[in-house]
């Protein structure tokens, strides 16, 4: 069993900040990788960032720049940094990762979604 708990969502002016938490708890052999996704009212859930245990990293265009995404391997743990938020950031943010357990079995695992809301 593995959980993912996001934390740091919340409501934010256009222009501010927020930086997103998702820690991984349980039997964890890997995390490759983590990212994070979003989805707004009316639309398909879609990729914000991803990065690898390694510390490769893609974003999706509407992003870059902006966010930053991070992550602390001992930890488990993977960050999201939004500067410079806007009003179309507005969204439900998911975590996600990759898991392979200590039974050395593969899953896609995610969280269950924070709150972002960014007011013009």
């Known amino acids: 069993q593995v959980q993912l708990v996001e934390s740091g969502g919340g409501l934010v002016q256009a222009g501010g900040s927020l930086r997103l938490s998702c820690a991984a708890s349980g039997s964890i052999f890997s995390l490759n990788p983590m990212g994070w996704y979003r989805q707004a009212p009316g639309k398909q859930r879609e990729l914000v960032a991803r990065?690898?245990?390694?510390?490769?990293?893609n974003y999706a265009d509407t992003v870059k720049g902006r966010f930053t995404i991070s992550r602390d391997n001992a930890k488990n743990t993977v960050y999201l940094q939004m500067n410079s938020l806007k009003p179309e950031d507005t969204a439900l943010y998911y975590c996600?990762?990759?898991?392979?357990?200590?039974?050395?079995?593969?899953?896609?695992?995610w969280g269950q979604g924070t709150q972002v809301t960014v007011s013009s």
């Open positions: 990065i690898t245990s390694g510390g490769s990293t």
């Open positions: 996600n990762a990759v898991v392979v357990t200590v039974s050395k079995i593969t899953y896609n695992y």
